[in-house]
């Protein structure tokens, strides 16, 4: 039986500091009226749709942060189980390898165990959403012209942590009794980064086995494609 939210997923365990939304902002209201459709019940392709008379980047602005702080939530529990030793190489089965790029210290594709490959992301991801000349909370100041090529990025990259959690670790989340909040969190990414056409068709190839799940999946018929997309030969990096 799964468990509540509270007993399966610790705070304490998250890379980052959660990032929050400043009560009486604009998108601190938007998140409240994005969690309360959430939570309302309502089918996931209707509320990552944007309210109308909404700001597109406000609301997409939104949903990284909520993204950020879920995935690393989910990611920080479970990655107990995500060592160097178990993981050496951040990646997807035999078939998919991520190599991070930062421009700074790592500044050509270079290979990482997962666990370092997920610190460097989460790290990565809390500069970019802190910076107010990308994600600016200030009334009036405008987003930038490449804040929608920004978050795409984002987004690529917290693709690939469900990419490693689903087909490395789907064991331990089925252990915690974690697999319908993953899973939900899951369905609520796809669809939100589908309407928005936020992510390239490509990058989601490794998941593709999950979209005949994405309404009615079982917990043995995903164990066993995750079991089957292990075992594809590697893709040439």
């Not at 610790?10 to 959660?18: A, G, L, S, Y």
């Not at 252990?175 to 993953?182: K, Y």
Request: proline residues 7%.
């Amino acid at each position: 039986m799964a468990l509540c939210l509270s007993q399966v997923f610790n705070k304490d365990k998250t890379f980052r500091p959660r990032k929050k939304f400043e009560p009486g902002t604009q998108r601190f209201e938007l998140y409240k009226k994005a969690q309360a459709s959430l939570k309302s019940g309502l089918d996931l392709k209707t509320v990552v749709q944007l309210p109308p008379g909404e700001n597109i980047n406000d609301w997409i602005a939104v949903h990284v942060v909520d993204f950020f702080n879920r995935i690393n939530l989910i990611y920080g529990t479970m990655s107990e189980f995500c060592t160097q030793k178990s993981c050496p190489i951040m990646s997807g089965g035999l078939k998919y390898e991520y190599r991070w790029q930062d421009d700074h210290k790592y500044k050509r594709p270079t290979k990482l165990p997962a666990p370092q490959y997920m610190c460097m992301l989460m790290e990565w991801i809390e500069m970019l959403i802190n910076n107010e000349d990308i994600f600016p909370t200030r009334i009036g100041v405008p987003f930038p012209k490449n804040f929608q090529q920004v978050c795409t990025k984002i987004l690529t990259r917290l693709f690939r942590v469900f990419v490693h959690v689903y087909i490395h670790h789907f064991d331990s989340i089925i252990s915690m009794g974690a697999e319908a909040h993953v899973n939900t969190c899951y369905k609520h990414f796809y669809y939100f980064i589908r309407e928005f056409s936020l992510i390239d068709h490509r990058e989601l190839e490794p998941l593709s086995f999950l979209k005949p799940c994405l309404c009615h999946s079982t917990q043995k018929y995903l164990l066993v494609l995750v079991g089957l997309v292990a075992m594809w030969p590697l893709r040439p990096p």
